[in-house]
């Protein structure tokens, strides 16, 4: 678990822990099926993809779904299903994408919570994504957190961006604390349009979070090396997987969730800092079992 530390001079830093909460985003919403054979689409693909990177060392499963076609989908009855069955077949944690794909209506992602997902994903702005907007204003923020604090899911903010955190900040002031009690983010670093994904931004963006907050990070693409290695050097946490990164190597594309969440857990082994288990997971979170 990360705690704070405060410094000689007054400032406050994160101070490495035992464990290493790592958590697998497996699919996302922009890789196609066609290209990245690789990637879990099917229902029964996700099962299996759980349970290996839950085996590598994973702790929290980032969810988006696909339909039949595998494009990506926010139909509530197979978010429900797959709710089921990743509880069925693991004891990750099960946290929902609410950012869906950038083509999502507000009203589809406020009503991924109603499939009752432990956790699910908050994104505290909008950013610029590549070609395309990922439209997170104001209102939709506070209507999704009010959302996540009456159903007690908890949230995890995601931060793709400096204004993002300064969001942040003023959501915990106006609506106080979330569901589980416990401030956890994860930076999400070399999108194009938010923030790099190098050692200094982790730095700077890590001392700008809420005193007392957990963090982990991913880099996309090439950044993911760099943002792993920097996260685990500063006491953070990690995400990883095909959400994020399809190529493990230069030239060399993924070809599992789990080689990731292998990779990752060997980092932090190295680092002293072993990957930790869904209980403490829940624990460090406040997420409750609800199997
Ligand atoms: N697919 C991106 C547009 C989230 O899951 O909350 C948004 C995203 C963030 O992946
Ligand atoms: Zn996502």
């Known amino acids: ?3 704070i530390a405060t410094r000689g001079d007054g400032s406050r830093a994160a101070k490495p822990g035992p464990a290493t909460l790592i958590t697998v985003a497996p699919t996302g919403a922009e890789s196609e099926k066609a290209a990245v054979p690789a990637l879990p689409v099917t229902l029964e693909e996700l099962v299996t993809t759980a349970k290996e990177c839950r085996e590598a060392g994973a702790a929290v499963i980032h969810v988006h779904i696909r339909d039949a076609d595998a494009r990506p989908t926010l139909d509530l009855g197979r978010l ?3 709710v089921h069955a990743l509880r069925e077949s693991t004891d990750l944690i099960v946290q929902l994408s609410t950012g869906g794909a950038v083509t999502d209506s507000f009203e589809r992602r406020l009503a991924v919570l109603d499939a009752g997902p432990d956790a699910c994903s908050l994104t505290c702005g909008t950013v610029n994504f590549g070609d395309d907007v ?13 959302k996540t604090q009456s159903l007690g899911v908890v949230p995890e903010f995601e931060l793709f961006d400096f204004g993002h955190i300064a969001s942040l900040h003023r959501l915990l002031a106006q609506y106080g604390p ?9 930076l999400v670093m070399g999108v194009p349009g938010g923030m790099p994904g190098d050692a200094g931004t982790l730095v700077n963006a890590v001392a700008a979070l809420p005193a007392g907050a ?3 990070a991913t880099g996309i693409g090439r950044t993911s090396l760099p943002v ?3 996260a685990l050097a500063a006491g953070g946490h990690l995400r990883v997987g095909m959400e994020d990164t399809i190529t493990f190597a230069r030239g060399r594309a993924v070809k599992s969730n789990a080689e990731l969440v292998e ?3 060997a980092a932090a082994e190295l680092a002293q800092r072993p990957a930790m288990t869904p ?3 829940r624990d460090m979170l406040g997420v409750p079992d609800h199997r």
């Open 134 to 146: 990922f439209m997170n204003p104001w209102g939709f923020m506070t209507e999704l957190y009010a």
């Open 279 to 281: 209980t403490s997971a």
């Open 228 to 230: 792993l290695f920097a």
């Open 1 to 3: 678990m990360t705690d």
């Open 80 to 82: 429900r299903d797959t």
């Open 263 to 265: 990779r990752a857990a």
């Open 214 to 216: 957990t963090w982990s």
């Open 178 to 186: 979330p569901a589980g009690g416990h401030v956890h983010c994860d």
